[in-house]
């Protein structure tokens, strides 16, 4: 797409590269681009399935963008609609409305998905998920698991060139030609999160959605991971979609953040911006639960920032979602649901009437 | 004065078709009254097969040696009878997963009770009463009603509420934690926090808390150890662990932690990667001459690779020990 693409040699495959890398990220063209996206669920309101139904919102009006060779985190406390939204996006959850272009291909239109724009979402977006082990076929060799995609995409390639290509992303990703014949259950969880990074790179994918891919690792393996993912992105000009409640890994891998609550955008803005300078009453409560590990500060800080529960989804509040637990509240935040519009400088957004009012630059953090 | 004593400890699990294997070898800890002990390592590094010897839970194929002396008996030694008299009275257990460990067919008042009517003797009415305490305490609202309700009807950081009220009705001395912030978000870890730190300060339960996440030990513990393939090899005040880990392991984990309030904020891209522990840590069962961690350990010397390190006391450190053969000045040259 790009006429200035240099090719880096991957074994015999090639891929197209931007010159820059990642680094053209901030000024880079956007190649997903998510509008007004709503994802509800008709589900029981009582304990029964022949219980009346309610509407679950679980994605309610979301609009963001994903840039070429860029790295985006979405962030939220569980039940916040991330892995929904994700999944909406890669076509594993029904949409209800809004819309998702794929570069030049609209592969969801009015909560309607066309088949033949989703073959081609399938080829170029691929998705690492959760627990590294439930997500590989416990049947299957490594060879096959890694060549799968391979055969489903790519049928014209022959079968030394199917094996060649699986081997040297393997290798890439960390593991060898004596890997090839095992199975899954003889790998530990950062070598088969390894294998799942290598099964969605393997067809060559521009875009790569990665779902909580390090909380059920340990630390010492999970930063080999957040490493290995970002060096992958910049040699191939990947755009990534990192999913992730731990605050402090989305802030190691991404280059613009996006937090969600009650299945709403908070706030969107450069890592820089969201982590340095938190706008919304919500990302400040939540940059500041995080335990720091260290004792000096950890027993001076303030504590708890946030009492309460989250609301159910199935009963938004009126408004502002989050009014219900927010220290900033005032009675207008009921009244009108904020929308993530440009407030002050930057490409931030913030969806709250309260910024620049009430939130002096008193630092939270 | 020691409220536990832990000296020695093993745990080994006999296999039916291989050679058993050590979980846990030679783990010593005291524990003081009113303090809290955090136990900190990756998965598989024996942490909760550690308490779980401690409170005779370990499964039919495991069994604990050494000793750990509680109230002048060896908690090892007593049988299931006596066992039930500490358990869940003198010592309060949490556990990571409080879905799992709530009875999903009785009412929160019925788990709840049931430990004040066994080891209290008291009317199922008076546990009711302190019961409903319980809950206020640890900040559930409208709790007079919310008790009758079963597990399923309350949210993760309400039933790991649940929990903990349900541990401390009869007072223990010890509170053992096992992740117990695990399964929960940030906002709702950073609640249990400040109520473990609370019930510590206020009533002078001593906690032993397990977990993988140095943020939730430096906010909670006294004093820290540090355990690698079963073995301890670090222990140390919170204070001189964070502000000089002495061992390679414990240094690697907290360089591998990324931070919130790293510099990297300046550039958009082009930042350092954060830094790892290569490999990986040894399997269960596993033959290790010498250090568990040398194979992944940039310090180390030929000699690692022979000998395991004892726990030797770090000089200069009160009551600091750690198991390394490599001098503390040297490692700290290698790793920064």
Request: with cysteine; proline share 6%; aromatic share 4%.
């Amino acid at each position: 797409m790009s006429e200035t693409t240099t090719r880096i040699a991957i074994g015999n495959a090639a891929v197209e590269r931007q010159p820059g890398g990642s680094s053209a990220g901030a000024a880079g063209e956007a190649v997903l681009s998510v509008q007004d996206l709503k994802v509800h669920f008709r589900v029981p309101r009582g304990g029964y399935p022949w219980s009346p139904k309610a509407t679950l919102r679980a994605v309610e009006g979301v609009s963001f963008e994903i840039r070429r060779g860029e790295t985006v985190g979405l962030v939220g406390e569980s039940g916040c609609g991330k892995s929904t939204l994700a999944r909406a996006i890669i076509g594993l959850t029904p949409v209800t409305a809004g819309s998702v272009r794929w570069r030049d291909t609209e592969t969801v239109r009015d909560g309607h998905r066309p088949a033949a724009a989703m073959e081609r979402l399938r080829k170029d977006v691929q998705m690492v998920f959760q627990d590294p082990l439930a997500s590989l076929d416990p049947r299957m060799t490594i060879e096959q698991i890694v060549a799968e995609p391979l055969k489903v995409q790519r049928p014209e390639l022959g079968r030394d060139e199917v094996r060649a290509r699986v081997l040297t992303m393997l290798e890439r990703v960390g593991l060898g030609v004596h890997h090839l014949a095992r199975y899954a259950h003889e790998f530990s969880g950062g070598q088969c999160q390894r294998i799942g990074i290598a099964r969605a790179l393997v067809g060559e994918p521009q875009l790569v959605i990665c779902d909580e891919p390090v909380s059920a690792l340990d630390v010492s393996i999970q930063a080999q991971i957040v490493n290995l993912l970002r060096d992958l992105q910049r040699e191939l000009s990947l755009s990534l979609l990192f999913v992730a409640h731990d605050l402090a890994v989305v802030k190691a891998i991404s280059q613009r953040v996006l937090v969600m609550y009650l299945g709403r955008v908070m706030e969107l803005g450069t890592r820089h911006e969201v982590y340095g300078s938190p706008q919304h009453p919500y990302t400040r409560a939540l940059l500041s639960a995080v335990p720091r590990p260290d004792p000096a500060v950890e027993r001076t800080r303030q504590h708890p920032v946030l009492t309460g529960e989250m609301p159910s989804p199935l009963n938004l509040p009126s408004g502002c979602a989050f009014r219900t637990r927010c220290p900033e509240a005032v009675a207008a935040c009921a009244e009108e649901v904020p929308q993530p519009v440009s407030r002050g400088t930057g490409e931030r957004r913030v969806a709250c009437i309260r910024v620049g009012v009430a939130l002096k630059a008193d630092a939270v953090i | 004065m020691a409220l536990l004593e832990v000296k020695d400890l093993g745990v080994r699990f006999t296999r039916r078709d291989a050679a058993p294997v050590d979980a846990v070898q030679r783990v010593s800890f005291t524990l003081e009254k009113g303090k809290t002990l955090g136990i900190v390592g990756e998965s598989g590094s024996g942490k909760s097969q550690t308490v779980m010897a401690l409170l005779g839970l370990l499964p039919g194929n495991g069994q604990a040696s050494g000793e750990a002396l509680y109230a002048g008996r060896n908690l090892l030694t007593l049988n299931q009878r006596e066992l039930n008299q500490i358990r869940g009275d003198r010592i309060g257990m949490v556990f990571q997963d409080p879905m799992t460990s709530l009875n999903p067919f009785l009412t929160v008042e019925r788990q709840m009770t049931e430990a004040l009517q066994q080891h209290r003797g008291v009317s199922r009415r008076e546990a009711r009463r302190q019961a409903i305490e319980a809950l206020q305490r640890v900040w559930i609202p409208d709790a007079a009603r919310r008790i009758d309700r079963y597990p399923h009807e309350f949210s993760g950081g309400m039933r790991q509420r649940v929990t903990i009220a349900t541990a401390l009705l009869t007072e223990p001395e010890i509170l053992i934690a096992d992740e117990p912030t695990t399964a929960l978000d940030v906002t709702v870890q950073a609640q249990i926090i400040e109520l473990l730190r609370e019930l510590n300060r206020d009533l002078g339960t001593a906690i032993i808390l397990i977990t993988h996440d140095m943020g939730v030990v430096a906010g909670l513990a006294d004093d820290v150890m540090v355990m690698y393939a079963g073995r301890t090899v670090e222990r140390a005040s919170a204070q001189s662990l964070f502000e000089t880990p002495t061992h390679p392991y414990t240094r690697g984990l907290l360089d591998a932690l990324p931070r919130l309030e790293d510099a990297a904020d300046e550039s958009n891209g082009a930042d350092a990667p954060l830094r790892t522990i290569a490999g990986n840590p040894p399997a269960p069962g596993e033959a290790i001459d010498g250090c568990a961690f040398a194979p992944r350990c940039a310090c180390a010397m030929e000699r690692c690779h022979g000998t395991p390190p004892s726990l030797a006391p770090i000089a200069g450190v009160q009551d600091g020990w750690r198991a390394c053969l490599r001098p503390v000045e040297e490692i700290v040259e290698v790793v920064r």
